[in-house]
């Protein structure tokens, strides 16, 4: 039988079902090793790790799988996401594995099985890889076009209100049938008055870098 490990992994903040997850992911990938007929040496797992924050490399259990990985070995894991969720780590060693032949197995993508044997189980397992990056970074852009939408409309976000504006009295407001307070901004007359200025100097061509000069002359705070 061909030698075969696997990799398992669940995102930092845990819920119970996280922590059970790696069982999970365990026993599907036993399963799959089985039908695939695949002698299974060891299992690595990371938990509370990050695949986006981390590359494979600097987790402690991949570090030790990745210098396990000769070539002819099998590596399975539950779901590409366990292994990767940056583009350019996982191009790394998809690319890596291909030269190699170290043959990756999903035992459990979208519901069937993916393997790196055949060029179209690599064909899919970039477009996955490509799919990977795409969930956090539209959370990322839904979470930022909130900020700026509630910012537009008085709202604090931050400890330290944007430039130009100060806190504002606090407003009670009534939410799922409570009542809270909310943070609100204002104009600050000073900060406006040297954001005019700026504006007024960018538009008759004055460098920002002699701007910027020109404040700390005037010992105009920053923030």
């Known amino acids: 039988m061909s030698e075969a490990y696997i990799y398992a992994r669940y995102s930092p903040k845990p819920d ?26 060891g299992v690595f797992a990371d938990p509370e790790t990050s695949a986006r924050k981390v ?9 030790k799988l990745l210098a396990l990985l000769r070539p002819g070995v099998h590596l399975i894991a539950y779901r590409l996401d366990r292994l990767f969720r940056s583009p ?4 790394r060693w998809l690319t890596r594995w291909d030269k190699s032949s170290v043959r990756l197995h999903l035992a459990a993508e ?13 064909f899919l397992a ?12 539209q959370t990322s852009e839904r979470t930022k076009d909130s900020m700026l939408r509630q910012q ?3 709202r604090m976000m931050s400890n330290i209100p944007p430039y130009g504006t100060k806190e504002g009295e606090p407003e009670w407001i009534e939410k799922n049938g409570k009542r809270k307070l909310k943070r609100t901004l204002v104009d600050d007359p ?10 007024a100097w960018r538009a ?10 020109r404040l700390q002359v005037e010992g105009v705070p920053t923030k």
């Open 16 to 41: 119970a079902t996280d922590v059970q997850s790696l069982l999970v992911q365990e026993e599907r990938c036993r399963e799959y090793a089985r039908f695939a007929g695949l002698e299974v040496l």
């Open 55 to 63: 590359p494979l490399a600097r987790r402690t259990e991949g570090a």
């Open 88 to 91: 350019s780590d996982g191009e």
């Open 110 to 122: 979208g519901g069937c099985s993916i393997t790196t044997k055949t060029a179209t189980g690599r």
């Open 126 to 137: 970039r477009i996955l890889l490509a799919a990977t990056a795409l969930e956090p970074e």
């Open 152 to 154: 537009a409309n008085g």
């Open 190 to 199: 000073y900060e406006q008055h040297q954001i005019a200025k700026i504006v």
């Open 204 to 213: 008759d061509g004055v460098n920002p870098t002699v701007i910027a000069r």
